[in-house]
Nanobody, 120 residues
Framework: QVQLVESGGGLVQPGGSLRLSCAAS????????MAWFRQAPGKQRELVAG???????NYADSVKGRFTISRDNAKRTVYLQMNNLKPEDTARYYC??????????????WGQGTQVTVSS
């Protein structure tokens, strides 16, 4: 069973930065794609960024140029560097592990999430 543990969320002012981390443990042999999703109150969960085992990335248009997803396979950890944060980035951010680049929210395994709040 794969377990995902996120960390790094918090309160930051607009224009600030945060780095989220997601550590995977357990049987991860079938896991190729790691992703970050987010969900704001009253809104649907949405893809933020995804990365394959080979390093190919995919970003939501709203975060392109501001967020960077990366992974350290040796540490079984995926990161989300978030720069120039905006109030609309406020949400709970979830790590996701899957075997496909189909980023349907019904697919994959989920962490417990970490809260990101952007406010002055």
């Amino acid at each position: 069973q794969v377990q995902l543990v996120e960390s790094g969320g918090g309160l930051v002012q607009p224009g600030g930065s945060l780095r989220l981390s997601c550590a995977a443990s357990g049987s991860i042999f079938s896991i190729n794609v790691m992703a970050w999703f987010r969900q704001a109150p009253g809104k649907q969960r949405e893809l933020v960024a995804g990365i394959t085992g080979g390093g190919s990335t995919n970003y939501a248009d709203s975060v392109k140029g501001r967020f960077t997803i990366s992974r350290d396979n040796a540490k079984r950890t995926v990161y989300l560097q978030m720069n120039n944060l905006k109030p609309e980035d406020t949400a709970r951010y979830y790590c996701n592990a899957r075997s496909t680049t189909n980023y349907d929210v019904r697919i994959g395994l989920w962490g417990q999430g970490t809260q990101v709040t952007v406010s002055s």
